[in-house]
């Protein structure tokens, strides 16, 4: 449908989105904010056509696709917010002491963009974490440029929103330059794009594969640079003595909508349930199998994923002391027409403690409604799966304060492995707000100090500088002494608002 | 003097500091403080004996390592304060709004930190880059345990130091395995303690070849870490026309004490001037000149950095179209004692801006008290000398308010390749202050998003965890409700100290 960007068409885009940036940073925040609020009406004024297009290449159902369209425009809106707001600068004052020995020097600080930033869009996202997605966002607040890789699945809604966003630019007077839309089904594209010099930062949401390759070739240039990939998470739950005795049923229907929810195809879809055997966990599995037997498959993203997760199910379940607990009684619609996605059915599976400690691939995220259920014999033995897990998105806690008390290793534990932790809830749905952290340490994500949603991702894409006795006239308006813009600065040690 | 510690040592080290990393990630912001505190008092304790040692290890002269003491301690009770005051949490509350649809869930985040964190030390800085320096007090700081290896060339120093460390934790009561302090002259030793999967995170200043080798080891791991070196930058200076008319003689001797301050061996000693061809530059040059053959050599660092020293500066004479204008008059000694360290004859030379456009070699950094001049022959060869230039750790203009306004092109390069700019005066001499930015884009360091010296430096040891949903009785103190630390925080958007 659309022929690959040629390295030529890549070479003319990077030097454009090079001479924009020099352009763009010097914008204030007030014109970055109008334009992300102007990217936003235009998305919205797409209106039904970008959600018929985006139904058909993603077989996601029309209210879920309504539910993220709504998410991307507040994601933007919000986040032009903060952006005018300032406090992502971290704008730091601290005035001379000319007697001082030696004296003290005026310096001020404040973050600035780090240059044109390539994004790599999510097949499970085609709006929220794709073309106008949070990366983007976020990267027109720090006041970078954006080439977006549009995702060859949704490459139809990609064009779609990033003509909104070309649009929007021209309103809004932005620098030629300033936003890129690219296609490209093949590797070559993404390479030759993380490779070029005037590439500066580069946002991914997608498999553990395709992140840690670009990652790879970021780190492998003659000057590396940062990568955010958001990759791979299993979410683990943890099921707790004293909840468990409660609440078993009541868990295990929560956790049945929370598997299934969107065919599973969530970055914090629960992927691994850990309890300890006895008759609680035996009632959890129980209704918690009875409640999936009941869902029907849904059709996944695209065939590619469909295949992985067949797939990656499949081999899960081969593993020796892997028993399948439950599969949707519904069956899948797997004689779909050429093209088109095949059904993932809803599945979960069980092994012992021992088993998963010893099996390094039931920690593999299988991408789709699958969970697999982890039988410890004891809370020791919990701890030790807690201490063998990799880095993840979230982990979950279902517990009574007596067992967050009793079990405080094991918490401590499950802290150190996630960016977010949940109690007596499901990891699924990720809240956009400045104190959600959608991030973790690797593979979850390849950078732990950042994360991709809420306003405090715009420091992904800058860094700090500092002028010293510098000329008042010519500091930027966010380190006047005036301080006209209102922005919270540290002024000598202390926050503060004031001139 | 000292053996290279064994891979059966490293890995017995760095088991114990896994261990206390999980002990003391839960000690309160005030323990760290006074622990660090405690550092401070023990360094000053060593009295005469650490300012003798360490002066027979680097050959700086005694006030110059009393004032670095002097700073070390000012470092370690700075940032005990930083970390006690908790801005650096970064600590967000949104609450929950249980009415919305779907409801809002309780959602708060702060910095935890990241893990053992191995310090290399800095052969030019013995006390304030190196054991008790700016990388361990920052990573005590975020909660971090911390794994120091010596520099060969000062290990007598290292290990003094080393000690009071240790004595300062068993007198503060932490955890066995806060800090080791290991020796390791071969590359074998860091290469362990960099692959060995309990290291989270490594510090490292020194030079370029030596730090990009660690940050290739640490992105090739299994699970890839982060890595902050500070590593090579020539901090150009660009003296701009109408400045020089009024102040070419003021400015030259300005520079001749700071190309020559400390042997020039400072990561900001300033290695490049750019200027107009013309009569004001010859006149700078000529008392520049003039000033650099009156100061005497002074004995560099150690024996491997003075080799360097003089490979690396008659490797740049001898490329063709650059120009010797002035070497120290003094005869250095160099039938010095063996082992000891010769002495770094200062020397300025000059090339054309073309020369230098054309000649990669003339980039790289000399490490001492060497400095070529660039004569551009108009402002536009200039713009483009700062276009071309890699990243540094500061520039530099020495430039009247009307220079600044009629070039702002150039002042735009030259803000987009560093981390800190200064005006009208010198790089060398970094306040310790929280609006310091001691950092820069590759290759001055691995990571421009972050910097070394001042309270923020604290933040590249740690990462976001948010809780979401979480008992309140269960929260850390830091996001509790009633605020019982007094910290600023985030809540629902707005900066506050209340509860």
């Given at each position: ?35 992300m609020?102007a990217?936003?009406k ?43 707001k ?18 003290k ?6 973050l ?7 994004v ?41 929103v990033g ?24 590797y ?5 794009l ?6 500066k930062?580069v946002g ?15 780190n ?6 940062p990568?955010f ?23 295990a ?18 992927g ?8 609680d ?18 059709t ?5 994923i ?7 199910k ?39 403690g ?21 039988r410890c ?19 979950t ?11 405080d ?11 977010r ?29 950042f ?25 930027p ?18 926050l503060?608002?004031?001139?």
């Amino acid at each position: 449908m659309f022929n690959d960007t040629t390295a030529e068409e890549i070479e003319i885009v990077m030097q454009q989105a090079w001479k924009a940036f020099h352009a763009y940073r010097k914008y204030s925040l007030k014109q970055r904010a109008n334009f992300m609020r102007a990217i936003a009406k235009e998305m919205e004024a797409l209106g039904d056509v970008l959600i018929k297009i985006a139904g058909e290449e993603t077989n996601l159902p029309e209210a879920r696709l309504r539910n993220e369209r709504a998410r991307t425009i507040f994601q933007l809106t919000s986040y032009a917010d903060a952006c005018e707001k300032g406090d992502w600068l971290e704008a730091r004052i601290d005035t001379a002491i000319p007697d001082k020995a030696p004296p003290k020097p005026d310096i001020r600080k404040m973050l600035v963009p780090l240059g044109p930033v390539v994004v790599f869009g999510a097949a499970n996202f085609p709006f929220a974490y794709s073309t106008a997605g949070g990366d983007t966002a976020t990267a027109f607040a720090a006041g970078c440029p954006v080439i977006v890789k549009a995702h060859p699945a949704h490459a139809g809604t990609s064009e779609l929103v990033g003509k909104a966003i070309l649009k929007a630019a021209v309103d809004c007077e932005m620098p030629e330059g300033i936003f890129a839309h690219l296609h490209g089904a093949s590797y070559d594209v993404g390479k030759a794009l993380i490779e070029h010099p005037f590439t500066k930062v580069v946002g991914f949401t997608g498999s553990l594969t395709g992140g840690k390759q670009l990652f790879d070739w970021a780190n492998q240039r003659k000057v590396p640079i940062p990568v955010f990939a958001e990759m791979s998470s299993i979410n683990p739950v943890f099921l707790l003595p004293e909840k468990m005795k409660t609440s078993a049923a009541e868990t295990a229907r929560m956790y049945a909508g929370s598997i299934t929810l969107g065919a599973g195809q969530f970055c914090t879809n629960p992927g691994l349930i850990i309890g300890l055997e006895g008759p609680d966990l035996s009632a959890f599995m129980e209704v918690l199998g009875k409640e999936i037997k009941k869902i029907a498959p849904a059709t996944m993203l695209h065939p590619g994923i469909f295949k992985n997760y067949r797939k990656k199910k499949d081999e899960a379940l081969r593993q020796p002391g892997v028993d399948t607990v439950a599969v949707s009684e519904t069956k899948p619609s797997l004689n779909l027409p050429a093209g088109q996605a095949g059904q993932g059915s809803p599945t979960i599976a069980t092994a012992t403690g021992q088993t998963f400690l010893q099996n390094p691939l039931l920690h593999q995220e299988v991408f789709g409604p699958y969970s697999l259920i982890i039988r410890c014999k004891d809370m020791k033995e919990m701890l030790q799966v807690a201490n063998n897990l990799e880095g993840q998105l979230t982990a979950t806690l279902m517990a009574s304060e007596n067992d967050i008390r009793i079990h405080d290793k094991l918490v401590e534990a499950v802290k150190n492995i996630c960016g977010r932790i949940i109690l007596n809830s499901v990891p699924t749905g990720v809240e956009v707000c400045l104190s959600m952290q959608h991030g973790g340490p690797f593979p979850a994500t390849t950078d732990s100090r950042f994360g991709s949603v809420g306003a405090d991702a715009i420091k992904r894409f800058a860094r700090p500088i500092a002028f010293q006795n510098w000329s008042h006239e010519f500091l930027p308006d966010e380190l006047k002494n005036e301080n006209p813009l209102g922005i919270w600065r540290t002024v000598n040690g202390e926050l503060s608002r004031e001139s």
